[in-house]
């Protein structure tokens, strides 16, 4: 019964989703150096996501709920984005917000943020669904290079159109288009770097430069690290 | 090892590698600093361009969410820290409190250090092979799933060997070991015992695979044993 609620509710609503987002649209910029976890500053005096992931590595139920109304929108868009599907993308996002909850003794500060961690935990799910399920599929068929090319547009244009975050929005426009291409085919769209240079008809090794580039303009624009 | 690796940060941190490559990156991401720094700082990155994704979930996931953690127990903190592995932000109570714990483990297993010393040489001796067997001209690659655990291998036929990795395998009590076995129609070969932590296991070289057609992993009393006492909780297939 809970099943069919939940099968009613796939389509969630756009407007308005940002609205939990807005004390990240200032971002510090960094001055010294270190790494800044990525939802510090908050301006709400709303405790950040590190403090919580503490919390509930001892076992505190209250702050994971928090935890979830906190981050569950940016894993859900996330694995949605990669699996398109909204039932499996529902059930992957449950498996990372359960994995959270049973990990979370083993998040470490040191090497990084904890909402870095949870979309480090997020993306390799989502990932790992798609080429599970791309696995099976290809020993039934060898249609890969078309569906490839099928898929290629659509994820383009719903980043395009979807990418409410002006900041991010704005950084991304700051790649060059190849760099820009191969990010949102490879972080966006879950695909290896060999498709991503089959997709954009590319030499191997220019997509992973240029995912190692762009990311480091990104990360340059975006005043994470440095 | 190719000149370019230090580029694959970009890559990995967008798991868009092939599951060989990604085996070599880690691998030499344990050695290179510098890489690992800039995949820390690419991984604030593209937690951002999650951020940026978000969508509202269907709101019944929350209650389903909180309803299901209620029944899975937490994984304890690593206690034994490696070397160069500091803890965040551990308070002199916490550093005591870890002394102990660790004093009374040693006591009661007087064999840990050993054994971790033991392991340590272990993986740099079955470094070598690993490396070799990934990189094998004819190597194949395999992954499979069962439940929430999945394993890869990579096979050479040539060298008769296999890379057997994993993750997502539950914990285990501290009497009980994950094993690796070489499965065919004449029953199940010991491959060793496998090093477990974090939900991952360590690549292990399985060898003298004439007749086996598949990889699979269960788990054992302490010590391993000589044939499979339960039931797999992971098989891999190798690669025709």
């Known amino acids: ?226 | 090892m190719r000149p370019d690796i230090h580029h694959l940060t970009g890559a990995y941190v967008a798991d868009a590698l092939p599951p060989q490559e990604e085996l070599l990156f880690e691998r030499h991401l344990e050695e290179c600093s510098l890489c690992a720094a800039e995949v820390r700082e690419l991984r604030e990155t593209t937690a951002r361009l999650a951020l940026a994704a978000a969508q509202q979930p269907p709101p019944a996931l929350r209650q389903q969410v909180l309803a299901e953690i209620g029944s899975v127990r937490q994984q304890p903190p690593p206690v034994l820290s490696l070397p160069g592995q500091r803890r965040a932000r551990a308070t002199w109570l916490v550093r005591v409190a870890a002394v102990v714990v660790a004093l009374a483990i040693i006591a009661a297993l007087g064999t840990v250090i050993l054994r971790q010393q033991d392991r340590i040489d272990r993986l740099q001796a079955s470094n070598t092979e690993v490396t070799e067997v990934i990189s094998a001209p004819d190597a194949q690659t395999a992954v499979a799933k069962t439940g929430g655990a999945s394993g890869l291998v990579v096979y050479s036929r040539e060298r008769n060997a296999a890379v057997f990795s994993s993750s997502g395998l539950a914990d285990l009590p501290s009497d009980r070991i994950y094993q690796l076995w070489a499965i065919g129609p004449s029953g199940a070969t010991s491959e060793g015992l496998l090093d477990y932590s974090n939900g991952r296991t360590e690549p292990a070289v399985a060898q003298s695979l004439a007749g086996a057609q598949s990889l699979g992993v269960t788990a054992e009393p302490a010590g391993g044993s000589a044939a499979p006492t339960s039931d797999p909780v992971l098989v891999v297939p190798l690669p025709a």
Request: negative net charge.
């Open chain 1, 1 to 226: 019964m809970e099943d069919e609620q939940r099968r009613d509710s796939h389509e969630p609503p756009l407007a308005g989703a940002w609205d939990q987002w807005g004390a990240n649209r200032e971002v510090p910029m960094g001055r010294t150096g270190r790494l800044r976890p990525v939802m510090s500053g908050d301006s709400e005096g709303r405790i950040t996501a590190d403090e919580l992931l503490g919390r509930v590595a001892r076992g505190d139920t209250e702050a994971f709920a928090q935890l979830y109304d906190q981050l569950s929108g940016a894993i859900y868009g996330l694995v949605r984005r990669i699996l398109r599907d909204p039932a499996q993308s529902e059930e992957v996002t449950q498996e990372v917000l359960v994995d959270v909850w049973r990990r979370a003794a083993k998040y470490d500060a040191d090497r990084g943020s904890a909402t870095a961690w949870i979309m480090t935990i997020a993306h390799r799910r989502a990932v790992d669904r798609v080429r599970w399920e791309e696995s099976s599929a290809a020993r039934e068929e060898r249609t890969a290079r078309q569906t490839f090319a099928a898929a290629a547009d659509p994820v383009a244009e719903e980043v395009e159109t979807r990418l409410e975050h002006e900041q991010v929005r704005r950084c991304l426009g700051s790649l060059t288009d190849l760099q820009r291409e191969s990010v949102r085919l490879a972080y966006y769209g879950g695909y290896t770097y060999p498709q991503v240079a089959e997709l954009l008809s590319i030499p191997l090794g220019t997509v992973k430069t240029r995912l190692r580039d762009g990311l480091i303009r990104l990360r340059d624009c975006l005043g994470v690290a440095r």
